[in-house]
């Protein structure tokens, strides 16, 4: 599906659902990490850009202070009164919806009742973003409609993503940190956004990787990604051990000069594994910078393979099919790749010369037969612009 069906399917669904035209139609990227992967909980620095593919929200003010709520893609529609909304419910994909209209209540923004339908060309469950990018799309909608003019500035639009943010925390229960609803408001066409999960500044880092005769490969492996199942919560849980057992505010603290001393005092092995994959990749993302401000896409691509080994061992949350990807991408020729995203599944990158994606591609669904997985999904992409108004 094209974006442009996306949006235009959004619009006729939200006349099928309300028998009105919507007051507008707002969209959102989904986004692939370049590189910086579990640091934005770690207060450390992150490399994502926005993604061509975007989620598409029609919507319209009702004054009732009701949320309705349909998806082309998950079926039945989603009622539920503003008042109602809280940890947990409404549960499943609206949480995502419904939060967003909660935390900016909360700050104190006058927020109204609202006609929802949405469609988006966002893989849903590959580590894209999916969930971020509906959050900062039906973000972008409130503020517009709501007359908060918070699109207008970036300050503004780092506001909204703060409140996709505590709405997914609060509302949807994901322990998420993040970089994803800042990448989605804030990345812009061929530019990746360096962010520094700190302070939450933010600059732009050239991303032009065709100008370099390169292409930016996305697998999405199609194994299963959950960022509410756990796993993804006990990463961040050991991150915040290790800082208390080390009397750090937050791994951020950790200089790569002072890493070693840092992990001769740690007693667990595994904490000390979690430390060393924070400390290097938040190291890995200044030597990223540094490298695509140089034009030099072969230090880039080295600086992907060891962020791949070091979430593969340390951080120990890749999985055979990233792995298998990954090792594909890079045997086929790629100057490196890497699993991005939350992991235990989802989607790889890989850093290939623009000649060569088909093969690559077509490489990585041969490896994935022989090893009886099922089909991937590959696609090229240059980094794509920020949540917006459409129509
Ligand atoms: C997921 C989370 F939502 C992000 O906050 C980030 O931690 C990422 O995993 C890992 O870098 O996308």
Known sequence: MTGDSARARGADDFLRLTGQVPEGVWSAPGRVNLIGEHTDYNDGLCLPIALPQRTYVAAARRDDRRLRVRSAQQGAAVEIALAD?????????AAYVAGVLWALDREGYDVPGLDVTVDSDVPV???LSSSAALECAVAAAVSDLAGLHLLETEPGRAALARACVVAENTIAEAPTGGM???AAMLARDDEALLLDCRSWESRLVPFDLAAHGGALLVTDTRAAHELTDGQYGSRRDECRAAAAELGVGSLRDIEPAGLA???GQLTSAVLRRRVRHVVTEIERVRGSVAALEAGELARL???FDES???MRDDYEISCPELDVATETARSQGALGARMTGGGFGGSSIALVAATEVPATAAAIEAAFASHGFEPPVSFAVRAGGPARRED
């Open 85 to 93: 909304v809280r940890a947990g419910q409404p549960g499943g994909w």
């Open 261 to 263: 001393a840092a992990l």
């Open 308 to 310: 791949h080994a070091s």
């Open 301 to 303: 691509g080295r600086l």
């Open 125 to 127: 469950g590959a580590g």
């Open 180 to 182: 994803d609803q800042h």
